[in-house]
T-cell receptor, first 112, second 113 residues
Framework: DQQVKQNSPSLSVQEGRISILNCDYT??????FLWYKKYPAEGPTFLIS?????DKNEDGRFTVFLNKSAKHLSLHIVPSQPGDSAVYFC???????????FGKGTTLSVSS | EAQVTQNPRYLITVTGKKLTVTCSQN?????MSWYRQDPGLGLRQIYY???????DKGDVPEGYKVSRKEKRNFPLILESPSPNQTSLYFC????????????FGQGTRLTVV
C-alpha cells in the first residue's frame, strides 16, 4: 500500500503564475518531509523540507505547507518559471531516519 | 565539487551475468542508500547503510547485495540479474540520516535481457 501519494501525475502552469503540487501520506509516524526535483537524465536534487513540528517552511520562491491533521503537504512555487519544469517528488522520512519513502512524482510544465 | 558518482551510467547485460554498479561520494557522508525508479512506481529503496560495515534492507532488496567497506563507497551487486531488475538506479548519500538533505548520483540505466 502506498504510504506517500502524489495523485496528480502532471500539472501545467503559465510562467509567472503559482504552481501548487500536492502530496498525501498515510503514516502518522512520519516526522520529516522533503521535496526533490528531477530533470531528465539527472538524479533528484533536494529542494526544500519541513519538520512535522512546523506547518510552513519557505525558501525563496518555494514554500512547503504541512497539514498534519489532514496528512497533507503542498509545495507552492511563486512565481513559476520555465526552468521549474521538472518532475517533483514528495518524500517522507521514517522516524528511525533510515528510509525515505517517495511518492510517484508530479511532472510540472511551465510555459512561457 | 561535492558529488555522488555512479558507474556505469548505462549498462545492458544478459540474465544471470553478475554485475556491480559502483557508487562513490566525496562528502564524508555516513548515510548512503540505493533506490530504483520504475515507471508509475516512483523511487523505491533497495538497501541503505548508516555507516561503514552497517547495512540493512530497504523496501525491495530481493536480488541485490551491497557492501560498505569504506565510508565513501557503496557498491550495488546483482549476483544473478533478471529482466525484472531492468530499471533506473540511483545512489544517494547524506550527512545524517535519511531525514537530512540527500545528494543523488546521476543514475544508472540497467537493461537485463
Amino acid at each position: 500500500d502506498q504510504q506517500v501519494k502524489q495523485n496528480s501525475p502532471s500539472l501545467s502552469v503559465q510562467e509567472g503564475r503559482i504552481s501548487i503540487l500536492n502530496c498525501d501520506y498515510t503514516n502518522s509516524m512520519f516526522d520529516y518531509f522533503l521535496w526533490y526535483k528531477k530533470y531528465p537524465a539527472e538524479g533528484p536534487t533536494f529542494l526544500i523540507s519541513i519538520s512535522s513540528i512546523k506547518d510552513k517552511n519557505e525558501d525563496g520562491r518555494f514554500t512547503v505547507f504541512l497539514n498534519k491533521s489532514a496528512k497533507h503537504l503542498s509545495l507552492h512555487i511563486v512565481p513559476s518559471q520555465p526552468g521549474d519544469s521538472a518532475v517533483y517528488f514528495c518524500a517522507a522520512a521514517n522516524q528511525a531516519g533510515t528510509a525515505l519513502i517517495f511518492g510517484k512524482g508530479t511532472t510540472l510544465s511551465v510555459s512561457s | 565539487e561535492a558529488q555522488v558518482t555512479q558507474n556505469p551510467r548505462y549498462l545492458i547485460t544478459v540474465t544471470g551475468k553478475k554485475l556491480t554498479v559502483t557508487c562513490s561520494q566525496n562528502m564524508n557522508h555516513e548515510y548512503m542508500s540505493w533506490y530504483r525508479q520504475d515507471p508509475g512506481l516512483g523511487l523505491r529503496q533497495i538497501y541503505y547503510s548508516m555507516n561503514v560495515e552497517v547495512t540493512d534492507k530497504g523496501d525491495v532488496p530481493e536480488g541485490y547485495k551491497v557492501s560498505r567497506k569504506e565510508k565513501r563507497n557503496f557498491p550495488l551487486i546483482l549476483e544473478s540479474p533478471s529482466p525484472n531488475q531492468t530499471s533506473l538506479y540511483f545512489c544517494a548519500s547524506s550527512l545524517g540520516r535519511a531525514n537530512t538533505e540527500a545528494f543523488f548520483g546521476q543514475g544508472t540505466r540497467l537493461t537485463v535481457v
